[in-house]
């Protein structure tokens, strides 16, 4: 800085605002370079005890000239000082280093001139200067420009403690350096803890980020209760900030994961049980011991299934939920399954009363089950799952599938026909459903089967499409074929007058014509204007080609298989949970694609359904007799084809009359759920006899409306005062509304404002109750105050709930309440 031409441009810059500029040099060493300023329009004085001549230059003789008054040496004080009164007004300029920067900053606060010596080399980059200088106002002091320094070496605006605190874990968690490396390189590491200290409360001899980390973790498991702490609450505040803000909530999670490590937490909770854990979801082991606990709970039946609903739905707001979402509703599916079999009652008095009861209640097992499998199946781990598991599998098998299998062939057993009262045959689909839209020549329909979409699935697929937005779903029933394969259902689905086998049992033919994949069903749907297409084939045409398709005909059928592809192969049968999960996904799609291209009418339905169970099968469930006839034509897991069929109390017999078929074949069905035991094959997945699992049909009739028909709960504020005289307020808030298919849930974020000033803690609350009992529906916001909300002790405070604007980082306000705060010194650190 001794170089005369690194003045000039500060020179320059007073000239652009003053006329006059002062300048002392008291060791004169920069008066050998004055005359190489080179400052266009400005004379250069030299004060030589000449101040009075100097004074009635610039006054009197030239007083629109803009003049550099130079002095060197030592200036008079006070009176003694004829130049004291313009000094005073235009100012002096000094040429030290420090000066210099502080009067580029435009900084007068006591304490700025020891910062900026203290800190000299973070102002040798000219592009940290200038970041700071955006960041500065003309009357912050010491501690706000060693803080907006400290947010400059870090890369960004933001200089609160918990923004610096923010970035510097974000860094640690990261495993680098580099941010604290930089703050420390310019002695602001010492200006951080000090703030850490006097803040949070953080003290230690050798402070570091790692140790402020576990000591912070430390508090958090303790509460952050240490009585009349400032520093606590402070931290124990932004705290909260740091987990639940997107910005930092990863790196919490591994700063979390890192000090329960070194706390050993998981060994101080190993006898904890899972109520003594559900307020807190600090470390990752809590949802760990919780779902380990409640898994063995439910085992033991020493919860109740409302009890492990409550757990489960509290949960879902644990910052670990991602990992453990599956397993919790494995739990839950489980309680409910095991539950609901307790006081199971299977018995029916007759056929049509089984099929009715399956459809209203008894498919809920079987929905349970695949849910709990799938879940447990796809979870990241399933170890604390595996009594539990064991526990639903005998129950299942043996008190459901076994139990209702026998009970419903006392049924089978005494009916000489395959036919209803309740529900109406998949024979009569086309007549039934179809024809009913199309008949008037103006409406078209769209039907979309799905290989085994069993009645539960589409139950559920029929609730996921009422979620919707302007979607609704009805579901049916119909009673399947028999025997309940592929071919013959696919045919029963088709326009006919009369389905039967052929001689040789399969292809089946409607009217005469086969039906055994798409380019025969096309021919028999040609009849009725139709075409068979396959879903694939839909999802590969785009939305013009579609629609054009759709335009061409007055009847499309669209045959999806993922479920029977999966569970008929032997290698793949345990997956065809998840297969039936993608399905649930590309039916929701086909239907979307379809509506898309003006679609209105739209009807699901199945070929058949199937039994499934996850273990291997016990030697009970297989029949130790093999089928005996004349001329046996197919020999399935599941029926039998052919003439001349030796009587066996281990098979249900009928003709194709009795089965309403065409045809001389004979049918055999083994009773109840049992299998033949062939080579090659898998057993898990089996299809074609007569369990209700296996025959009643579903048919999901899909209407669009023109209007939404979804929307959010509403919530309420119900306040129960109207002034805040302690640190802390507890609001009382009211779910009006049960969450359905068409009311969603709503997470609303809570806090106390001063205008747009924050001064609490900040909550994120998720209202997702679907009691239909008000009581379940109350929940508390527990606010915390900071302690600079004491600056507005005597003032409105607004209680402030927030909503997010879809498809935006952005918040509205959903509702307030106004309060006033009127607090007491002495309540500063109530709790």
């Known amino acids: 800085m001794s170089e005369t031409s690194a003045i000039r441009p500060h020179l320059k810059r007073r000239f652009e605002t003053q006329r006059v500029v002062f300048w002392h040099d008291p060791e004169g060493e920069y008066a050998a370079g004055l005359d190489t300023l080179g400052l266009e329009g400005v004379q250069t004085v030299r004060v030589t005890n000449d101040e009075y001549a100097v004074r009635n230059r610039l006054l009197h003789h030239e007083p629109k000239t803009k003049f550099l008054v130079y002095r060197s040496g030592t200036v008079p004080t006070g009176i003694g000082n004829w130049l004291l009164d313009l000094e005073l007004a235009y100012g002096v300029f000094t040429a030290d280093r420090t000066s210099l920067v502080q009067q580029e900053l435009g900084l007068t606060a006591d304490g700025i001139g020891e910062v900026l010596l203290a800190r000299d080399s973070f102002f040798r980059v000219s592009r940290r200067v200038q970041g700071l200088k955006k960041l500065l106002n003309a009357d912050d002091d010491a501690r706000l420009l060693q803080a907006k320094m400290s947010a400059v070496l870090l890369g960004q605006s933001e200089h609160s403690l918990l923004e610096i605190t923010r970035i510097l874990l974000i860094e640690n968690a ?10 420390a390189e310019h002695g602001l590491d010492e200006f951080y803890w000090q703030g850490v ?49 997107r910005r930092s909530q990863e790196a919490l999670t591994t700063l979390a994961k890192r000090a329960a490590r070194d706390l050993d937490y998981a060994s101080t909770i190993e006898d904890a049980s899972f109520r003594d854990l559900l307020g807190d979801d600090l470390f990752e082991e809590t949802d760990r011991t919780i779902i380990s606990d409640l898994a063995r709970a439910v085992t033991e039946r020493t919860v109740s299934p409302r009890e492990v609903a409550e757990v489960i739905r509290s949960r879902q707001s644990s910052i ?169 259902g696919m045919a029963a689905l088709l326009p006919h007058s009369t389905i039967g086998h052929s001689k040789d049992g399969d292809p089946v033919l409607a009217d005469g014509q086969r039906t055994d ?4 069903r096309s021919k028999v749907l040609a009849a009725v204007d139709g075409k068979a297409i396959q879903a694939e084939d839909v999802l590969s045409l785009t939305r013009d080609e579609l629609r054009e398709l759709y335009q061409q005909h007055q009847v499309l059928y669209v045959y999806h298989d993922r479920i029977d592809a999966t569970g008929d192969t032997a290698g793949t049968e345990r997956q065809v949970f998840e297969a039936a999960e993608e399905t649930l996904r590309e039916l929701i799609d086909l239907i979307k694609r379809l509506t898309n291209a003006n679609a209105t009418n739209i009807l699901i339905t199945a070929d058949h359904g199937f039994l499934f169970q996850d273990t291997a099968l016990e030697d009970a469930f297989y029949l130790s007799t093999r089928p005996q006839g004349d001329d ?18 281990a098979f249900k017999t009928f003709t194709s009359a009795q089965l309403g078929l065409d045809g001389d074949l004979e049918i055999q069905i083994p009773k109840s759920i049992h299998r033949l035991r062939l080579p090659g094959a898998g057993s898990r997945f089996v299809h074609g006899g007569a369990s209700l699992q296996e025959i009643i049909v579903p048919v999901l009739t899909i209407n669009k409306k023109r209007k939404s028909d979804l929307r959010t709960v509403s919530v309420k504020i119900l306040p129960e005062a109207d002034k805040i005289t ?75 709930l927030e909503e997010p604007i879809p498809g935006t980082n952005q918040w509205r306000v959903y509702g307030k309440a106004i309060y006033t705060l009127k607090r007491s010194f002495a309540s500063d650190f109530d709790f």
């Open 174 to 183: 990261g495993g680098a350096y580099a941010k604290y490396g930089a703050l």
């Open 197 to 245: 200290a006097s803040i949070y409360g953080y003290v230690s001899p050798n402070p570091s980020i790692a140790d402020f980390t576990l000591w912070m973790f430390r508090q958090a498991n303790a509460g952050f209760k240490v009585e009349r702490s400032v520093g606590l609450r402070n931290i124990q505040l932004d705290f909260g900030s740091l987990r639940n803000d």
């Open 320 to 488: 670990w939920i991602v990992g453990y979402r599956k397993l919790y509703a494995a739990i839950g599916c489980a309680s409910d399954l095991l539950s609901a079999l307790t006081t199971l009652e299977l018995s029916m008095q007759s056929f049509d009363e089984g099929l009715e009861q399956y459809r209203s209640n008894w498919f809920r097992i079987d929905q349970l089950y695949r849910q709990f499998t799938y879940a447990a199946r796809t979870a990241e781990f399933s170890g604390p799952l595996e009594c539990l598991r064991a526990q639903v599998e005998k129950f299942y098998a043996n008190k459901f599938l076994y139990d209702l299998g026998n009970a419903w062939q006392q049924q089978v057993d005494g009916v000489d026909g395959w036919k209803s009262v309740a529900l109406r045959s998949q024979t009569s689909f086309y007549t039934d459903h179809v024809a009913p839209i199309t008949r008037d020549g103006r409406r078209k329909a769209v039907v979309i089967i799905s290989d085994a979409l069993r009645y539960e699935i589409a139950d559920e697929l029929g609730s996921r499409i009422r979620q919707e937005d302007r979607y609704d779903a009805d579901l049916k029933a119909m009673l399947g074929v028999l025997p309940s394969y592929t071919q013959l």
């Open 517 to 520: 994949n798409t380019v025969n």
């Open 632 to 649: 046996i034509k197919a020999t399935k897991r599941r029926y039998v084809l052919g003439r001349g069929l030796k009587e066996d109390h």
């Open 726 to 800: 302690t640190g802390q307020l507890i609001i009382k808030l009211f779910q009006a509304e049960p969450v359905s298919e068409k009311v969603r849930p709503l997470v609303l974020r809570a806090g106390l404002y001063v205008g747009k000033i924050l001064i609490s803690n900040q909550l994120s609350l998720t209202f997702d109750r679907d009691s239909t009992d008000q009581r379940d529906r109350y929940q508390n916001a527990h606010m915390l105050l900071k302690q600079d909300a004491n600056d507005h002790n005597n003032s409105p405070v607004e209680f402030r």
